[in-house]
């Protein structure tokens, strides 16, 4: 079994093959994936998915891209929405300068925002950081300062200052179809050094395909190619990663392990 650990499912329902794409992640052996929130505005969509299906759980958080409109300056509305059943995460948060969509005080206002909401409620942080490290960590790690929290470092292409400093924070790495990519190179380097029990496997879908679908539109099933690019980057079986990461996903995201099937 393998798992989706972030995946934009509302994507889906909104092209009209939700369940199409769910059946061909199942048939994939996709147990369990974590479609991901981005908006405030649009999060009854993202839970109402995760309440109809049995191997899907959702998150709650506003996108760095979204931070101009919606970004958030308290953890509150997080923490309380953060309390329904399927809800298993915050985010997806962070910095974001590569698109510059949102101010950068705003966005790091935010992620300050859920932050705190993930040091309140215990609940992993997903984040996001697009040629940002340098602002990434200083954030993560002056409110780390203040009290731990747990995270994933989402659709890793960040360079190695930000996975060691990650990684001394206790959070984990999540690898999605970037790292099958011929320019992939580096972070397969940097991939080579992170422990076993720090690392996911997620697809982003519908955003960034793995190789051999580059530059088509991207789903849960595919994350069986992310896999098994991982496993020759640390030399073991296809098996043993996806029992591995299947392992770290529920000791991450632990409220997912009882709900699920
Ligand atoms: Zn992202
Ligand atoms: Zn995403």
Redesign the pocket.
């Known amino acids: 079994m393998l798992v989706d650990s972030?995946c934009h499912l509302d994507y889906f329902l909104r092209d009209g093959d939700l369940n199409d794409a769910l059946q061909r992640a199942r048939e994939a052996e996709v147990g369990c994936m974590v479609t991901?929130g981005t908006r405030i505005s649009t999060f009854d969509t993202v839970l109402s998915i995760a309440e109809n299906h049995s191997d899907i759980f959702c998150t709650v958080g506003v996108?760095p891209n979204e931070a101009g409109d919606e970004g958030l300056s308290s953890p509150d509305v997080l923490i309380e929405r953060s309390q329904h059943p399927r809800v298993v995460g915050l985010g997806?948060s962070?910095l974001?300068y590569h698109y510059d969509h949102a101010p950068r005080e705003k966005q790091a206002v935010s992620f300050r925002a859920h932050i705190e909401a993930a040091r309140e409620t215990g609940l992993p942080l997903?984040v996001?950081t697009?040629d940002a490290d340098e602002d990434t960590v200083a954030i993560m790690r002056e409110e780390y300062e203040k009290g731990e929290y747990p995270a994933v470092i989402?659709?890793f292409t960040a360079g190695r200052d930000l996975a060691m400093a990650s990684l001394e924070m206790g959070f984990y790495i999540s690898l999605s179809g970037v790292l099958t990519f011929k320019s992939g190179q580096p972070i397969r380097d940097i991939v080579r050094d992170v422990p076993m029990d720090r690392l996911l496997v997620e697809t982003?879908s519908p955003y960034l395909a793995p190789i051999p679908f580059r530059g088509k539109r991207n789903e849960p099933s595919y994350v069986q190619h992310t896999a098994r690019v991982l496993a020759e980057v640390k030399s073991v079986s296809e098996e043993e990663i996806s029992r591995q990461t299947t392992e770290n996903f529920f000791r991450l995201f632990s409220k997912a392990s009882t709900g699920t099937v």
């Open positions: 972030h991901i996108h997806e962070g974001d997903v996001h697009r989402h659709c982003d």
